[in-house]
Every structure is written in structure tokens, then in C-alpha cells.
């Protein structure tokens, strides 16, 4: 299974989250299951992701729901309409994010996030992400995307 990011065409593959070509990156990785209608990504902080002592930096945990999302709503977009994200690259960008940090999330795990669409509707997808560290629910967002319009260039993230 390739991850959904990978997918991307070049063009669209320099956000800091998940562009493939951003030296600088986070290179996250977003898989689809297209038989529960989610999606899981792994991340793994490093030491300078700190907010406090022991705890991750919220902003960091926002961007991995933020690029997150833009990865499942391709997904979803593309199951919904009978795609395919190789024969036809889907590309989101976030119009609105909403992210509760229901507790602090500790530095060390492994963090997972999990995406669910709730709305597959024109070129607008509504995705809600959980973040999980060692099991535990620590953050929940909800973003809304929208589909890059054909022709459009530049490295949207």
C-alpha cells in the first residue's frame, strides 16, 4: 500500500507536513482503508517538537491533523467517486481546522492519528482526525477541505 501523500504530483508535494520534496519536512505518510471508510498515520516526535518538559508542541499536533486530513479527504473523495488517486491525483487544501487538545500529549510514544470523512459533498470534504498517544485520545480536530481546482500550481499545503 502506498501512502496517499505519495500520490501527490510534484507540484503539490512541498507542504512542511507531508510534501515529499520539502527537505525540511515532517514527511508524513497517510494510509487509506478503503473497507472502514479511515485513515492512519505514524509520527513520531523528536526531542526539539517540545512544548514543555515532556510534551509535545501543540502547534506540531495541529499540523499532523491539519496535513492529515487533507490526505483523507483525497482519499475519501476518490473512493466516493470511484478513482483512482494513481490515475487521478486528488489534492486538498484545509479552509477551515478546528483542534481540541483534550489533554497534554507526552513526548516519546508514537502518535497515531485516525480520519474519518463525515462529508464528501462537491469538491468539500469534512474530516475528522482523533491523535492517539499510547492508546490515549489526546487531541481531536476537524478540518474542512477543499479540492484544488485543475490548473491550479504552486506548492499549497
Known amino acids: 500500500m502506498k501512502a496517499i501523500q505519495l500520490y501527490y504530483p510534484p507540484e ?12 525540511h519536512g515532517l514527511h508524513i505518510q497517510t494510509y487509506w ?5 479511515e485513515s492512519e498515520t505514524r509520527f513520531t516526535p523528536r526531542p526539539y517538537h517540545t512544548a514543555i518538559p515532556g510534551f509535545v508542541y501543540g ?12 490526505a483523507t479527504a483525497a482519499a ?7 478513482l483512482s ?5 486528488l489534492r486538498f487544501v484545509t479552509a477551515s481546522l478546528k483542534v481540541d487538545f483534550l489533554k497534554p500529549t507526552p ?22 482526525t482523533e491523535l492517539y498517544a ?24
Open 59 to 70: 502547534g506540531l499536533l495541529a499540523s499532523l491533523v491539519d496535513c492529515h486530513s487533507t
Open 85 to 89: 488517486l494513481e490515475a487521478t491525483p
Open 134 to 157: 499510547a492508546g490515549t485520545l489526546t487531541v481531536r480536530g476537524e478540518a474542512v477541505l477543499v479540492q484544488i481546482a485543475e490548473g491550479f500550481g504552486g506548492g499549497a499545503g
Open 107 to 128: 513526548l516519546g510514544p508514537d502518535l497515531r492519528l485516525v480520519g474519518r470523512p463525515k462529508e464528501v459533498k462537491g469538491r468539500k470534504v469534512v474530516v475528522e
Open 33 to 37: 482503508d478503503p473497507e472502514k471508510g
Open 76 to 82: 475519501a473523495k476518490a473512493q466516493a467517486e470511484g
Open 12 to 23: 503539490w508535494a512541498h507542504c512542511y507536513g507531508c510534501g515529499y520534496l520539502n527537505a
